[in-house]
């Protein structure tokens, strides 16, 4: 099956709301990569939708799902851009192909089991236009179950080049956000790649410069039994992990090294995540109240 649907938006008309006018703020392109996940793909699509941003490129890009998907994706379809269902050459093929058509100067992309929150696009937009050097951001996350509830957050710690190769991620893919010429001025992504073609793009990003970093909470990412994280996390991504740490020299360091640049990261992660946690004592107080009984009652418990 192939199917390709292009829009031509007249009008910054988003869901029955009109905005600012496009000129107005820059655009951004958000591509949704999409295969047989239509339990989450509506939120995701609404998350994006909802933003009322007002110079939005939309792109669904789905590999040909045959659960209903495509049936949501045509009750959006005059908010979208564009979007297609065939047979791709995986997640990053399918999200490479929604850049290469798009047109904005700000890139991201959301699957199709994840959500952005209210409000973020707005903000990348004040930020990334505030800071014009800026070529790429990274935000906090709100970590949820499949249902949607809140697990934990992660409040976007900032890496560089040596702790991204020395120990890997500690801020999520979902709330980040990149400049189109310093994405295709890396190499984009390496198409081969089944899951940390995003940690090889940041680790190439990073090479130009450390990211900005907002702990603002930008989106949520679903833990679910059929993710890709649930299923090839321990298997591929490890492997592909590996193999991109070394090549990008991590056995250049030595282990002293390795170990006091992993410890400095986890130290400035923890101290983020303490520090906001308890923000949310006045911001979020049910998650703050539900993950403080989720912490005594694990401490509690018998080792």
């Not at 009109?18 to 951004?28: A, D, E, G, Q, W």
Request: with cysteine; charged share 20%; aromatic share 12%.
């Amino acid at each position: 099956m192939c199917i390709q649907h292009k829009c031509s938006l007249s009008s910054p008309e988003r869901l029955g709301e009109v905005t600012l006018p496009m000129s107005s703020v820059p655009r951004i392109s958000i591509v949704t990569p999409s295969f047989n996940q239509a339990q989450y793909l509506e939120q995701t699509i609404q998350s994006v939708l909802n933003q009322h941003y007002p110079n939005l490129e939309y792109i669904i890009m789905d590999g040909g799902s045959t659960d209903g998907s495509i049936d949501i994706i045509k009750r959006y379809e005059k908010h979208l851009t564009y979007w297609k269902s065939e047979k791709d050459n995986g997640q990053a093929d399918a999200v490479y192909s929604g850049f290469e058509m798009a047109k904005s100067d700000i890139l991201a992309y959301i699957n199709s089991d994840d959500y952005y929150l209210p409000g973020t696009l707005n903000y990348i937009a004040k930020s990334f236009s505030k800071h014009p050097t800026t070529q790429w951001l990274v935000g906090g996350c709100a970590i949820v179950d499949s249902k949607g509830k809140k697990i934990t957050k992660s409040y976007g710690a900032r890496q560089n080049f040596e702790s991204l190769v020395c120990y890997g991620m500690v801020f999520c893919q979902m709330s980040c956000f990149w400049r189109r010429e310093a994405f295709f001025k890396v190499g984009g992504f390496d198409r081969a790649l089944q899951f940390c073609f995003d940690f090889d793009l940041f680790l190439r990003l990073a090479q130009l410069g450390q990211p900005a970093v907002s702990h603002r909470i930008l989106s949520a990412y679903r833990v679910h039994e059929n993710s890709k994280t649930s299923t090839i996390a321990h298997t591929v991504a490890s492997v592909e992990g590996q193999m991109l740490r070394e090549k990008y020299g991590v056995l250049k360091y030595s282990e002293n090294a390795r170990a006091e640049i992993i410890k400095n990261t986890l130290n400035e992660a923890a101290r983020l995540n303490k520090r906001y946690f308890f923000f949310d004592l006045f911001k979020d107080p049910v998650f703050f109240l539900r993950a403080s009984a989720a912490r005594i009652r694990d401490s509690l418990m018998p080792t």
